[in-house]
């Protein structure tokens, strides 16, 4: 496990604060906010196919490491970023239990816990899994937090939109996305990669299975690209409105987020605006 970021402001004051915690098999990331202020903002990366015991240690020691975590706050959330989830219209969801579609659509994950999210706006229910013991581990440390998945999140930076777009959420070897057609979500999904090509073929594939041509959709880049990398450059082949996403507005930041890309933070603070 490898602390890529730690920026944490002295004397927070955690009991009138929010904690918002994102933890998936690529890494744990977390930032406190206190009325539009961000107070701490750290990211953890794991190692490379991870296993769920070691996820679970690395919480452990995260906590450890981070005393301010096991302090008091006004509201916990956490989100979870694991890749088992499945979107079902209003309409089907009493057809069959939660369990039953993700295994049909997954198969029988080992020791897993269930769990469901209720989209409203969009008349939809997020049913997805998460590694029970990692569930226990966080549910030990903040046991009264309210929890969610990602993409249960995402589809609220879609609001207002009326064009195409990809939205793209990137760590090392992994993608998550969520694509918008004309204002309308589509789809969302994650994926693993090994070489910019991987990406590139993903997100051409995508635009093909959704009739939308090259030149007419913007592709929101946020996560772990730079612009000046073989991924990037890459994808500029064949996408000429690549954007870099920005830290949203609705919050002031600590100087020295600008030390870094806004980018590499972006759909964190975004994804703590939706909840």
Do not use: W
């Amino acid at each position: 496990m490898k602390l890529s970021f730690h920026i944490q402001l002295p004397n927070i004051k955690t009991a009138v604060a929010d904690l918002f915690i994102e933890i998936s098999p690529q890494g744990l990331s977390y930032a406190i906010l206190h009325n539009g202020f961000c107070k701490a903002f750290v990211v953890y990366h794991f190692e490379s196919n991870v296993s769920n015991e070691q996820t679970v240690n690395n919480i452990h020691q995260v906590l450890k490491d981070q005393p301010v975590l096991q302090e008091q706050f006004n509201k916990v959330y956490i989100i979870y970023g694991y890749a088992l989830f499945l979107l079902v219209p209003q309409q089907f969801i009493n057809e069959a239990p939660g369990t039953d579609m993700l295994e049909l659509l997954h198969g029988a994950p080992n020791e897993t816990v269930s769990k469901t999210d209720v989209l409203p706006e969009r008349s939809l229910h997020n049913l997805y899994s998460v590694p029970a013991s990692v569930d226990q581990a966080v549910n030990r440390y903040f046991g009264a937090a309210s929890f969610t998945h990602l993409f249960s999140l995402l589809p609220g930076l879609s609001k207002g939109e009326k064009n195409n777009s990809i939205y793209c959420v990137f760590s090392s070897g992994h993608l998550k996305i969520m694509l918008v057609k004309q204002g309308r979500l589509q789809v969302m999904q994650s994926y693993t990669y090994k070489t910019p090509e991987d990406v590139a073929y993903y997100l051409l594939n995508l635009c093909k299975s959704f009739e939308i041509a090259q030149s007419d959709i913007a592709v929101r880049l946020s996560g772990m690209i730079d612009e000046n990398s073989p991924l990037y450059t890459e994808l500029y082949k064949y996408f000429l409105q690549l954007e870099f996403d920005q830290l949203p507005a609705q919050y002031q930041y600590p100087p020295e987020i600008n030390q870094y890309p806004q980018h590499y933070f972006s759909h964190l603070f975004a994804i703590a605006s939706c909840v």
